[in-house]
């Protein structure tokens, strides 16, 4: 995989500290295959993260937001209780660490899993001050040409 380096786009720039930190977090986990995934639209602002993760089980995954960033790692517990001897291993049992960043305002709604498959819930939430608005315009009786825009005021004779 290519390292790039980001830091010339940002010499000039003020306040643009979290883009680089996102590209950073973005271009370190590029080149990782394992576990495989896929993400999903579900909705207009719904999304779902489903990781194949064979093996593990929900104490062993454990699943992190901080700075925008989803932060999804799994370690499977010693074999202790493991009662015979494994010849062949196919399934692979590693720990993992994956990192995904997130748009703004995307919070996790939650995680299960089900047969192997972590499902992990995402949905955009904008804050009702960031909603665009609709302001009425009201009509006001119509002008005539040279006519200014103050009400006349009547004077008494």
Same mark, same amino acid.
């Given at each position: 995989m290519n390292a790039f +380096?980001? =830091?010339?786009?940002f010499r000039t720039a003020i306040g643009f500290d979290h883009l680089a930190r996102m590209l950073d977090t973005a271009s370190a986990g590029a080149d990782l295959s394992y576990p495989p995934y896929n993400i999903e639209r579900t909705g207009e602002d719904r999304y779902v993260l489903t990781?194949?993760?064979?093996?593990?089980?929900?104490? +062993?995954?454990?699943?992190?937001?901080? &700075?925008?960033?989803?932060l999804i790692s799994g370690r499977i517990g010693g074999a202790e209780g493991q009662k015979n001897e494994v010849l062949y291993r196919g399934i692979a049992a590693r720990a993992f660490e994956r990192r995904f960043v997130l748009a703004e305002h995307i919070v996790v &709604?939650? =995680?299960d899993i089900q047969n192997g498959m972590l499902s992990v819930a995402l949905r955009r939430e904008i804050p009702e001050a960031l909603k665009p608005r609709r302001i009425p315009v009201q009509a006001s009786a119509p002008r005539l040409e040279g006519e200014s825009a103050k009400p006349a005021v009547a004077h008494k004779p």
């Open positions: +380096d980001f =830091a010339p786009l990781m194949a993760v064979a093996g593990f089980g929900p104490d +062993d995954i454990e699943l992190t937001v901080q &700075d925008n960033t989803l &709604d939650g =995680a």
